[in-house]
């Protein structure tokens, strides 16, 4: 089992900046990718980025340029840098893992955390 935390989240203006970090704990070896997700109101949860533990890495076409991901495996942690903020990136955001084990494929979510972005 994989556990997932996320923290923050908050109250920001346009243009400003944002860090996420998640902490998985539990069976880490058996992770193999980490990444965000993201649930405005009335929209559906989309993929924001994701990266693998051998390093690879994607963000969503729309946001590239202004969010990245990176992590740290000593520390079981990874982040979401958000820059240039916009009122559309209101939303909760989730830490999800990909976990596999013998031949199943299965994810794990964190709780969530707000972003709120407006004037």
């Known amino acids: 089992q994989v556990q997932l935390v996320e923290s923050g989240g908050g109250l920001v203006q346009p243009g400003e900046s944002l860090s996420l970090s998640c902490t998985a704990s539990g069976s880490i070896s058996s992770i193999y990718a980490l990444g965000w997700y993201r649930q405005g109101p009335g929209k559906q949860r989309e993929l924001v980025a994701r990266v693998t533990n051998s390093g690879a890495s994607n963000v969503a076409e729309s946001l590239k340029g202004r969010f990245t991901i990176s992590r740290d495996n000593a520390k079981n942690m990874v982040f979401l840098q958000m820059n240039s903020l916009k009122p559309e990136d209101t939303a909760v955001y989730y830490c999800?893992?990909?976990?596999?084990?013998?031949?199943?494929?299965?994810?794990?979510w964190g709780q969530g955390t707000q972003v709120t972005v407006s004037s």
């Open positions: 999800n893992a990909i976990v596999v084990g013998g031949d199943q494929i299965s994810g794990s």
